[in-house]
């Protein structure tokens, strides 16, 4: 069973047009969850951690949030360059260190 | 610093050759890790480490061997490629402290036909 589902699977914007990416997760007792961005032909770049529930962390046009069920990752009048594939992940329950990834949004902004 | 390297980025390998993966981290990480990435799939872990000598099986370990005889190198091993394993791996390391800040390669490309 996924423990991290990710929607929408695309995502196409027009620049400037704000939106937001989901994830939902169904570990019991959240240890952190983890935003990424991966851009086409490249590994995952680390974005944010998020430990508990009303944290917010931004950067740039990004912000992501976190409830007890879900991440947002909130995408503020985008750019093309914002344009990537944005994973989530949750430390793995079988071994801490380690992290199960959604599958991933894959956005696009159009100029 | 050239963070994490990758060797080779690309390969072709016929069904039942083998084939070693390199990665290799200047930034004095503890923990180093395998992925595969697969369309519809995600990322998927195969292997990891924890440190120098000692590794561990993910979430896809089957067909794949790994060595980590120095602290910068994890190495993985295909001993007999099979068409499954058409793929598109990538090697991460991170600090003890901050296991879940991952530091990726730029990925190797392995077709088996």
């Known amino acids: 069973e996924d423990q991290v589902t990710q929607s929408p699977e695309a995502l196409r914007l027009q620049e400037g047009e704000s939106s937001s990416l989901n994830c939902s997760y169904t570990v019991s007792g959240l240890r952190g969850l983890f935003w990424y961005r991966q851009d086409p032909g490249k590994g995952p770049e680390f974005l944010f951690t998020l430990y508990s529930a009303g944290e917010e962390k931004e950067k740039e046009r990004l912000k992501a949030t976190l409830t007890k069920k879900e991440s947002f990752l909130h995408i503020t009048a985008p750019k093309p360059e914002d344009s990537a594939t944005y994973l989530c992940a949750v430390p793995r329950e079988s071994g801490y260190s380690t992290l199960t990834f959604g599958k991933g949004t894959m956005l696009l902004v159009s100029p | 610093n050239a963070g994490v390297t990758q060797t080779p980025k690309f390969r072709v390998l016929k069904t039942g050759q083998s084939m070693t993966l390199l990665c290799a981290q200047d930034m004095n990480h503890e923990y180093m890790y395998w992925y595969r990435q697969d369309p519809g799939m995600g990322l998927r872990l195969i292997h990891y480490s924890v440190g120098e000598g000692t590794t561990a099986k993910g979430e896809v370990p089957d067909g794949y061997n790994v060595s980590r005889l120095k602290k910068q190198n994890f190495l993985l091993g295909l001993e007999s490629a099979a068409p499954s394993q058409t793929s598109v791996y990538f090697c991460?390391?991170?600090?003890?402290?901050?296991?879940?800040?991952?530091?990726f390669g730029p990925g190797t490309r392995l077709t088996v036909t």
């Open positions: 991460a390391s991170s600090r003890r402290d901050r296991p879940h800040e991952q530091y």
